[in-house]
Nanobody
Framework: QVQVAESGGGMVQPGGSLTLSCAAS????????IYWFREAPGKEREFVAS????????YTADSVKGRFTTSADRTKNTAYLHMNSLKPEDTAVYFC?????WGRGTQVTVSN
């Protein structure tokens, strides 16, 4: 069974950048794409971006397109969410998912 764990959250000023990591474990983790979601207070969890381990097509939500990108390093068992030009509305708990496994999330706060 695949397990994932996020890290890298924190507080950043508007316009700043942050990179989140999603460490995957399990014998078959490369069989499953990594999906990034976020959940802001009072809002439903929403899809942010996806990434494959094999260089396939990655997807990003319209709300973050042009600002967020993804990458994955199989040698490190880690996928990344690179966030640039952050806005206060990007404040949320960010989760990664692989197959049916979710991490516990990492808080991102964009504020002055």
């Amino acid at each position: 069974q695949v397990q994932v764990a996020e890290s890298g959250g924190g507080m950043v000023q508007p316009g700043g950048s942050l990179t989140l990591s999603c460490a995957a474990s399990g014998r078959t983790f490369t069989n499953y794409d990594i999906y990034w979601f976020r959940e802001a207070p009072g809002k439903e969890r929403e899809f942010v971006a996806s990434v494959t381990w094999h260089g396939g097509t990655a997807y990003t939500a319209d709300s973050v397109k042009g600002r967020f990108t993804t990458s994955a390093d199989r040698t490190k068992n880690t996928a990344y969410l690179h966030m640039n030009s952050l806005k206060p509305e990007d404040t949320a708990v960010y989760f990664c998912r692989s197959d049916n496994s979710w991490g516990r999330g990492t808080q991102v706060t964009v504020s002055n």
